[in-house]
């Protein structure tokens, strides 16, 4: 008798133990900490930044004799999501008289160096970082001229790109169905904190008009610097004249997953911008009888120009 209470007081504990080992087991993750992995997927596709550029500490002085040689030293950080080659991307300083400062490379790629600036991902959440050297040891103050005092323009020109991707309710039938018989209702959708770079869309304002569906898409520069027409030469934005036409400039193309193309307003592609901001509207053929969520893919193609100055003086060596 006593063997057979022993053996059924066994039973508890094994099965506890088959429990707690099937329960350990059943907890794996199919990947390493995959709430992780989400948090930076969502930090990889919102942001409002492009490329930041400025100076190290000390480079360039405030002050310096004009025996020494004139050095700064620029941090460029792509803090957007977008990839930038070489050539989409310049560096340029201006503000300083070459006969003063004479044999400063005035022109640099960010990606100098580097191949190629890469924007943030989920495995590097900062972005893509370099730096570039402007210097001078070649300093001549005329005749005379005992101090000069430039104000540094330093000026980055970039072309970048910005995807968003809401996802939208449509229903073909909205005034012909039951609430019940809806797995969403078509309402407008306010997207904050942009997508990964300077430009993004702000609002999705939703409509349905029978079986087409009518978006308004607000377009808008979240950043300090300005909006460049995408076509417009960078190559030499900070001496360049920039006109109308290259300026406040972006062009959009427009997909909805769950639905046919009708028109999209304005008609060339272009959105401008005023006081910041622009609007596109589109039209799409929904097909179907039911009610669904789809996303509406926005690609935004468009220049960026900002810069910021530092102030320096040049002293004559005393003889």
């Known amino acids: 008798m006593k063997k057979r209470m022993m053996k059924s007081g066994l039973w508890p504990i094994l099965f506890l133990a088959l429990l707690l080992l099937v329960s350990c087991r059943s907890n794996v993750p199919a990947g390493d900490r995959p709430t992780d992995t989400a948090a930076a997927l969502r930090a990889v596709q919102t942001g409002t930044q492009g490329?930041?550029?400025?100076?190290?500490?000390?480079?360039?002085?405030?002050?310096?004799?004009?025996?020494?040689?004139?050095?700064?030293?620029?941090?460029v950080k792509n803090k957007g999501n977008y990839d930038l080659e070489a050539q989409n991307c310049i560096i340029q300083?201006?503000?300083y008289d070459p006969n003063i400062i004479g044999g400063m490379q005035s022109t640099r790629s960010c990606a100098d160096n580097t191949g190629a600036?890469?924007?943030?991902?989920v495995y590097n959440l900062d972005g893509g970082y370099n730096q570039i050297e402007f210097s001078s040891s070649n300093l001549n103050l005329p005749q005379g001229v005992y101090e000069y005092s430039p104000t540094l323009n330093f000026m980055a020109?970039?072309?970048?790109?910005?995807?968003?991707?809401?996802?939208i309710c449509v229903d073909p039938l909205l005034y012909q169905v039951t609430a019940e018989q809806r797995t969403c209702n078509p309402t407008d959708v306010?997207?904050?904190?942009g997508q990964g770079g300077p430009v993004g869309v702000s609002y999705v304002g939703v409509d349905m008009v029978g079986k087409k569906g009518i978006f308004e898409i607000n377009v808008r520069n979240f950043g300090s610097g300005r909006v460049l027409n995408p076509d417009?030469?960078?190559?030499?934005?900070?001496?360049?004249?920039?006109?109308?036409?290259d300026l406040?400039?972006?062009?959009?193309?427009?997909?909805?997953?769950?639905?046919?193309?009708?028109?999209?307003?304005?008609?060339?592609?272009?959105?401008?911008?005023?006081?910041?901001?622009?609007?596109?509207?589109?039209?799409?053929?929904?097909?179907?009888?039911s009610a669904f969520e789809t996303p509406l893919l926005i690609d935004l193609d468009y220049g960026y120009v900002q810069s910021f100055t530092k102030a320096v003086k040049i002293i004559k060596t005393p003889q």
Do not use: M, W
């Open 190 to 193: 306010i997207l904050a904190g």
């Open 117 to 121: 600036l890469g924007g943030k991902n």
């Open 51 to 75: 490329i930041e550029i400025s100076t190290t500490p000390n480079y360039p002085p405030a002050l310096l004799y004009d025996q020494n040689p004139l050095v700064a030293i620029l941090e």
């Open 248 to 289: 406040d400039r972006v062009r959009y193309n427009i997909q909805l997953s769950g639905g046919n193309l009708i028109d999209c307003k304005p008609s060339d592609g272009i959105v401008r911008l005023s006081s910041n901001q622009g609007k596109i509207v589109c039209s799409f053929d929904i097909p179907g009888g």
């Open 232 to 245: 417009t030469d960078i190559s030499n934005c900070g001496e360049s004249s920039l006109t109308y036409q």
């Open 93 to 95: 300083v201006t503000g």
């Open 157 to 167: 020109c970039y072309n970048y790109h910005t995807v968003a991707s809401p996802s």
